[in-house]
């Protein structure tokens, strides 16, 4: 009964935040919708816009088209679980979210039944997996066509599943090798999930040859190998055959060898090692030191409010040689090293929070343990406390400030899609009177296509002229510019300092909201041929 009352609140949560804001809010959920429109529909892994030129190769293309293949550096799990019930229902929002309310939700029980796995009693894991269904400020995301809820389920169960599986559970340790391919089919950083399976088998290999005594068998660790490349081998034999690589983004280095997060929307700033070092080790150093700061700060913030961080490192303390978060612990460092040493500069722009999702079932039974642990050392020297009722109150507490934090970010986050949004569809409504077939280049592709169905592509961050030259390249006759997000060539044009040529005045201009005199977006013509006169002075 339990398990159904954590579910039903974990899904009640997210389909409430879902209904509050329907449809996708930022780049990634747009893609995700789209894509999942896509295959419901027959079209396949082929996309109406590019998000960024990293899906095209991470220049501008010797013969750029339009529509292009889909997922060089997105992977699909998060459309392809849309599919079903977007061919049940219809291809609605709440049709493309309950997936992932649903997958979600299903983190709850989940730790409802870890941690009882792991010897927790009722009232600590039960507040736990209700931690797990209200993450505090990561609530929000987790009701968007994404895959926050996918590899927090999917990543929990892994490790989970490695835990049982290391204490002789073959069965549990078979099926590890589906749930880490899910992951890794939902976020490819989910490939870390199999780093304690494969420390798990290597023990078991290394007893064998010692002829010490074994807890898995040899059948089940190739059978864990085996389901990981039944699910993973289709997907990377797609990848070769279209794109002619296991991992198409990476190729041109836009990934792993810029120094700042912004060289990763430019098709003409160089990359590769060099790069990285240009402005010598002490910057390289720094910057993956901040990386690594960036993830601890995030992970302190968004799930444990700053104030459950202590709870969480002492019962990661307490629970330190407990085999049941073995899996965990070598996972946790493994991630944190990746994101600091690899992937520094993308940590603050959302690439650590989607995938530190799997660490939160783990993690807030450890805040639990620890509550229970402080209540402890504390009731040794106060002899009046009553322990069992202080670590009821101090646990609850805890569950009772996660659900805070949820609320308010919850409702600052929708309210600052909503006022996206909202500029957003202004310039939605003049596009829509526009042509079927003319493209719009813009800072999220991905928005007006879902507002207006206008194919696309982003806006380059990069000199005016390089700019120029992709519009052309790609046929684009209008050029969306917001406020919020504007490349630094186009911050004149938008001030109206700088008018290009082939560039009319102003079409429309969204005023912001509280400021009449200041313009939240504009809408501008491109005119880039001889015969168009929309940009005639």
Known sequence: MIPIVLFATAFLVRAAVGAAFPGPAYPDSYYYFHLGQQLAAGHGFVADYIWNFVDAGGRLPAAPILPIPSNAHWMPL???????FLILMGTGAIAAGLAFWIVGALAAPLTWLIGR???????????AALMVAVPGGLTPFLSQPDNFGLFMTFG????????????????????????VGLATLARSDGILLGLPFAIVGARELVRRLRGREVVLSAAAVFACV????????????????????LFPSASSGRILWIADYSQLYSITSPTGPDTLLANGLGSFVASRLGGLLSAFGLFALLPLVVVLVPFALIGAWVRRRDTAFTPFFIYAVA???ASGLLFAVHVPHGTFIHSAVALLPHTFLLVTAGVAAAVSWIAQRRPNWDRARATALFTYGAVAIVILAAGFQTFGTLATWAQTRAVQQKVARVLQAT????????ADAGAYFYLTGHEGVVTPNDPLPVIEDTMRAYGVRWLVLERSQIVPALEPVFAGQLQPSWLSQPVAVVPVRQEPD????????VCLGDTDTRCDR
């Open 335 to 337: 991630f944190f090293a």
């Open 78 to 84: 998060a459309e392809l679980i849309q599919v079903p």
């Open 435 to 442: 042509p079927a077939d003319d493209r719009v280049m813009s």
């Open 518 to 525: 200041a313009t939240a977006a504009a809408l501008y013509a």
């Open 156 to 179: 929990a169960l892994a490790l989970w599943l490695c835990a049982r599986g290391a204490r002789g559970d073959r069965r549990a340790f078979v099926l590890g090798g589906l749930v």
């Open 117 to 127: 796995d792991a010897g927790f009693d009722k009232r600590p894991a039960f507040a």
């Open 226 to 245: 085996a389901l990981f490349a039944i699910v993973m081998v289709p997907w990377l034999y797609r990848q070769i055959e279209v794109f002619g690589s």
